[in-house]
C-alpha cells in the first residue's frame, strides 16, 4: 500500500501505545489495544530507495576516511514497506491504514522519511489507448517486440480491460515456451 524510506538506520515511528483491557467510560468493557509501531530496516532497499534518499536528506555526521572523504551514507538508510509489516506483525486492514495514515499526515515527513512514490508506466507506443481489440494490441506487441510486462503494467494502471490483460498474459506465457527443434 505505501513504502517510505529514511536516512536513519532502523528508524522506528510510533503510532499508537499499548492500552491494556479496561472499563470503558460507561461500563463497558473495552478490549486490549495492542501497540503499533513503524519498523523501518535496511533489508527491503533497492537502488531506487537509495537514490532517493541520497537526493532528499542531508546525511550528517559521516565518518570520514583517512583520504579525508566521507564515507558512503547507504548504510544507514532504512526502508519501511507497509505492505510487508501487515504481514509479519499480523495487522489489520484497518491497522495498516492507520499506520499509512499517520505516516503520511501526522509525522515528522521529509525530515525522517519520505513516501516513496512509484513511477507511472509509460504508453508502450503511440496510439496505444486508441486500440480497443486485444488480438491488434498482442500483434504490435509482439511484432514490435515490446516488453510485454511493461505493456501489461500500463494496461493494469489505465485502462484496465481483463480481456486485453489476459491476451497479453497468455501472449508473454507463449513467448516464454522455448521451442526445441531437433533434426
Known amino acids: 500500500m505505501a513504502r517510505f524510506v529514511s536516512p536513519h538506520r532502523n528508524y522506528a515511528h510510533g503510532i499508537r501505545g499499548y492500552l491494556p483491557q479496561r472499563l470503558g467510560p460507561y461500563g463497558d468493557h473495552l478490549p486490549e489495544q495492542p501497540a503499533l509501531e513503524a519498523q523501518f530496516g535496511p533489508d ?26 566521507t564515507v558512503e551514507p547507504t548504510y544507514r538508510i532504512s526502508v519501511f514497506d507497509s505492505e510487508v509489516a ?60 515490446a516488453d510485454i510486462a511493461a505493456v501489461i503494467a500500463y ?10 490483460v489476459e491476451a497479453l498474459e497468455a501472449a508473454a506465457g507463449d513467448s516464454a515456451e522455448t521451442i526445441i527443434v531437433s533434426a
Not at 506483525?89 to 519520505?114: C, F, K, S
Not at 494496461?155 to 486485453?164: A, C, L, M
Open 44 to 69: 527491503l532497499r533497492t537502488d531506487e530507495d537509495i537514490a532517493l534518499a541520497k537526493s532528499s536528506f542531508r546525511f550528517r555526521g559521516l565518518p570520514i576516511w583517512e583520504n579525508g572523504q
Open 155 to 164: 494496461e493494469k494502471e489505465n485502462q484496465n480491460r481483463s480481456y486485453v
Open 86 to 145: 501487515k504481514l509479519q506483525n499480523g495487522w489489520t486492514d484497518e491497522e495498516e491504514a492507520l499506520v499509512v495514515d499517520v505516516l503520511r499526515n501526522h509525522g515528522p515527513i521529509g525530515q525522517m522519511y519520505v513516501e516513496v512514490i512509484p513511477v507511472a508506466a509509460s504508453v508502450p507506443w503511440n496510439g496505444y489507448d486508441g486500440i480497443d481489440d486485444a488480438d491488434r494490441i498482442v500483434d504490435l506487441a509482439v511484432g514490435t517486440n
